[in-house]
């Protein structure tokens, strides 16, 4: 854990809960891909950096999970680098608030603005289209506002959580999605490409892509079956929730509330799309129906 891999002339990666590229701009000045979760994280790459003698310039962020922004604090504060993603994770960068809150659907709860949900405020300093040379992103719709991945130099993929890895998917079951539409889109785009290497943020390097986007989208029809299943009767969201998570022996708190309950209600409104679950209002609270 927190190894640092040689994978390509100038990639590397940490290998840590939430996989941390690494691309060398010169023989002394770097970028790495996201930061990982928190300012231990941080504090472990900057250890790593200084053994290696290398000068953080950039931290591309993936997109603003706190996972992949936990460490920015705390390394743009001791190496005054730049950060830089899309327009809109730069903004759930700067305002860290809102990602509970948008969680949460409104103002959030003390106990939901916590490291796992809620990183440390760091400052973006610009866009990806001021990648270094040497470096291209990719767009990876679907799991959150506007997720990339990026391509270096060494034909090797940096994927973010377009696909997680086969012990999370049998473990947990429902992973966090923002829009399942883009997700599934996401999925098809990145079982085209050729590349040396590619690396998700929570799956261990492979080769092959394909047959983990095969097992990550098998996953998705299996619960959008599961839910038109469930919604053969009536039914308002909670208990949608609770079926769920009964179904799959998973273990309710705070913070999986917000997760998969943000996530189910993602798989609803696609499903409601696509004409497969229809909506009533009865007695002021929202129903979903199946439709036969």
């Known amino acids: 854990m927190y190894d640092l891999n040689k994978v390509g002339e100038k990639t590397y990666y940490i290998d840590c809960p939430t996989n941390i590229g690494l691309y060398k701009l010169n023989d002394t000045d770097v970028c790495i891909i996201d930061s990982g979760n928190d300012k231990e994280a941080g504090r472990k790459i900057n250890k790593i950096l200084k053994e290696n003698n290398f000068n953080l310039k950039y931290i591309i962020n993936t997109h603003s999970n706190a996972d992949h922004i936990g460490g920015n604090e705390f390394l743009q504060k001791r190496t005054e680098c730049k950060i830089i993603s899309t327009e809109i ?12 809150s948008f969680l949460y659907g409104g103002y959030p709860l003390k106990k939901l603005t916590n490291k796992f949900l809620m990183a440390k405020e760091s400052k973006p300093t ?7 040379e040497g470096l291209e992103y ?14 270096t130099s060494d034909d090797i993929y940096f994927l973010a959580d377009c696909v997680f890895g086969e ?9 966090f999605i923002y829009n399942v539409d883009e997700f599934l889109k996401t999925l098809d785009f990145v079982e085209t490409l050729e590349g040396k290497l590619f690396i998700p943020s929570h799956a261990q390097a492979c080769e092959d892509i394909k047959p983990l986007v095969k097992i990550n989208r098998d996953k998705v029809y299996e619960i959008m079956d599961t839910i038109l299943n469930i919604c053969n009767e009536p039914l308002i969201f909670e208990d949608i929730l609770q079926k769920l998570f009964i179904h799959y022996n998973l273990t309710m708190d705070l913070n999986q509330y917000v997760l998969i309950g943000n996530t189910i209600k ?4 696609y499903l ?5 679950l229809e909506i009533e ?4 609270k929202l129903y979903w129906k199946t439709i036969c």
């Open 126 to 132: 610009g866009t990806i289209d001021e990648l270094p």
């Open 89 to 100: 994770e730069n903004i759930f960068t700067k305002y860290p608030i809102l990602e509970p």
């Open 138 to 151: 990719i767009k990876l719709g679907g799991h959150f506002f506007d997720m990339i991945g990026i391509k």
């Open 266 to 269: 993602a798989y609803l409104s």
């Open 272 to 276: 409601h799309d696509n004409e497969k």
């Open 281 to 284: 209002f009865i007695d002021s």
């Open 167 to 175: 012990n999370i998917v049998n473990k947990y079951h429902i992973s």
